[in-house]
């Protein structure tokens, strides 16, 4: 089985994103051949500085790598590094029509938020179904705000198919049940996120355990005591109980039954405890590779060379599926 997800190197990585994304890699990485992306192509889509993009690059090499990605087990690789997805966007183009696209809501959502909308971050997730096509991909882990952009991959791959010949594995999504969408400590209807929401209420991986046990202790809840999970009707103390479960281990049911009578100062500090112990190893892990840049270079270098090897004989099939004339040796 093949295993592809991409992430942005855009904005410090957050409780959020490993929830929702890394943890997921490591955990599928045993299960097939897995592909991790740093999508940097997808990050100009947006207004950028060019010095951030190298850093952040860099940056989310390190974490990835921290979280447990195990490059002898996997490929993780910079997507401007293999020159496939860029050729591969523009050929899917040709099967995805305007329509499609023009109903994606993280487009509506971001445009609506610039005075200069580029064509790029319009015509994203036909590069984003190249990342996934060309590795014959059968399984993406994903966050859930991803959820309509591989339908839409799904939606390309078979409309290739058919009209050009049996060319594509048709993926299927993971989406973790548990912590698929983190929110805001401090606004608990907003998801998790650098760009948007109260800093306060962003734990990032990077942050030290003083700074993560202030963020939970100020972490909003509701006027009640129960520690229940009941998303719509108690956003925040449901989002504390999610990150709970995930960084123990422990199911909901339990976590419910454990705190009963208990209120929120005692939870929300050993919620802030058991996320200083799930971060701890990722941490000095991360500072190791940081501190020794050569090195990640050569991993994503390494990565690179056998994901151009492995996303090759889907790249020719797919100029010769189109009709192109192709050189001879």
Request: proline share 6%; glycine share 8%; with cysteine.
């Amino acid at each position: 089985m093949r295993i592809f997800s991409g992430i942005q190197p855009t904005g410090a990585k957050h409780l959020g994103n490993y929830i929702g994304g890394f943890r997921q890699y490591t955990a599928t990485q045993e299960l097939g051949e897995g592909f991790f992306c740093i999508v940097d192509l997808h990050s100009i889509t947006v207004d950028y500085d060019p010095g951030e993009l190298r850093a952040a690059t860099i940056d989310l090499a390190a974490m990835l790598f921290a979280s447990g990605l195990d490059p002898d087990r996997s490929t993780t690789f910079v997507q401007s590094h293999v020159k496939a997805h860029a050729e591969a966007a523009w050929l899917l183009g040709s099967v995805t029509s305007f329509g499609e696209l023009r109903r994606m809501t993280q487009f509506k959502e971001k445009g609506d938020k610039q005075e200069f909308v580029s064509s790029g971050l319009f015509t994203y997730p036909v590069l984003m179904a190249g990342d996934i096509l060309l590795y014959q991909t059968d399984l993406v882990p994903i966050g859930d705000d991803q959820r309509q952009h591989l339908e839409l991959t799904r939606d390309i791959a078979e409309r290739f198919n058919q009209r050009f010949g049996e060319t594509f594995v048709i993926p299927e999504v993971a989406i973790p049940e548990e912590g698929a969408r983190i929110r805001n400590l401090q606004e608990p209807e907003r998801l998790m996120s650098t760009t948007r929401g109260a800093p306060q209420g962003v734990v990032r991986l990077v942050d030290p355990p003083d700074v993560v046990r202030k963020k939970f202790k100020t972490a909003v809840t509701d006027s009640g005591t129960d520690v229940r999970h009941a998303p719509e009707e108690k956003p925040g103390i449901s989002n504390l109980i999610e990150i709970m479960s995930v960084a123990t281990g422990e199911p909901i049911p339990q976590i419910e039954a454990r705190y009963d009578n208990q209120g929120y100062g005692l939870f929300k500090e050993e919620v802030a405890e058991a996320v200083v112990a799930l971060l701890d190893p990722i941490q000095r892990r991360y500072e190791e590779l940081r501190s020794d840049e050569p090195q990640l270079h050569a991993l994503l270098a390494r990565g690179a060379a056998k994901a151009r090897e492995a996303s090759a004989p889907t790249l020719e099939q797919m100029y010769d599926r189109l009709g192109f004339v192709r050189p001879r040796p």
